[in-house]
């Protein structure tokens, strides 16, 4: 585990969502980070499906970034992102 610094703002934001929503601050921006991660995997993607998808994939045993990365032929380490980048 590791530290995420954000801004003052941010963490109001999460406060308050995580509140409304029953999840601790810490919970609240994993929820929106897994949100973002699957928004910029699949942008044909509208929130509904992305929360079927996370759905589904708790079902199976939790999200597994890596595995999903490599379905969708998203770069999972820094020396093929690298390579990617250059090609682009």
């Given at each position: 585990?590791?530290?995420?610094?954000?801004?003052?703002?941010?963490?109001?934001?999460?406060?308050?969502?995580?509140?409304?929503?029953?999840?601790?601050?810490?919970?609240?921006?994993?929820?929106?980070?897994?949100?973002?991660?699957?928004?910029?995997?699949?942008?044909?993607?509208?929130?509904?499906?992305?929360?079927?998808?996370?759905?589904?994939a708790?079902?199976?045993?939790?999200?597994?970034?890596?595995?999903?990365?490599?379905?969708t032929?998203?770069?999972?380490?820094?020396?093929?992102?690298?390579?990617?980048?250059?090609?682009?």
């Amino acid at each position: 585990m590791g530290i995420v610094k954000i801004s003052d703002a941010m963490h109001d934001n999460l406060r308050v969502a995580g509140g409304a929503l029953s999840r601790s601050i810490n919970a609240q921006a994993e929820h929106w980070m897994r949100i973002g991660l699957l928004a910029e995997l699949h942008p044909d993607l509208n929130h509904h499906d992305i929360c079927k998808l996370l759905i589904r994939a708790e079902q199976a045993g939790g999200l597994d970034v890596q595995k999903l990365c490599i379905e969708t032929g998203f770069p999972t380490d820094a020396k093929t992102q690298s390579a990617t980048r250059a090609s682009v």
